[in-house]
């Protein structure tokens, strides 16, 4: 993931599942901002797709602009955009 929004550092999402919020104790891709979640969201792969599942988090996850509901998958593809908060990112 490449920040977007100047805000945040790139970062590679493996191992998959990959967990994305600002509490380092408990994720694997920290983005210390305050409209991140400790948890935000998750990556994952299945049957060989990459999806993102937001972790019910207080300012929400943007794919391509849309929102998306708490706990519902969302498959990802090179290019989308992901907006955590405030907080953007684009899949390499």
């Known amino acids: 993931l490449t920040p ?3 805000i945040g550092a790139s970062f590679s999402i493996a191992p998959l ?3 994305i919020g ?3 104790e408990q994720v694997n891709g920290v983005v210390n901002h305050e409209s991140v979640s400790r948890i935000h969201g998750k990556l994952y792969r299945d049957v060989g797709k990459l999806y993102y599942m ?3 988090s207080t300012n929400g996850t ?3 602009g849309c929102r998306l509901p708490a706990y519902e998958e969302c498959e990802i593809k090179s290019g989308d955009s992901l907006q955590f908060g405030t907080v953007e990112y684009q899949l390499n």
């Open 54 to 56: 937001d972790q019910d």
């Open 22 to 24: 600002k509490n380092p």
């Open 17 to 19: 599942p990959y967990i």
């Open 62 to 64: 943007y794919i391509n």
């Open 4 to 6: 977007v929004s100047g």
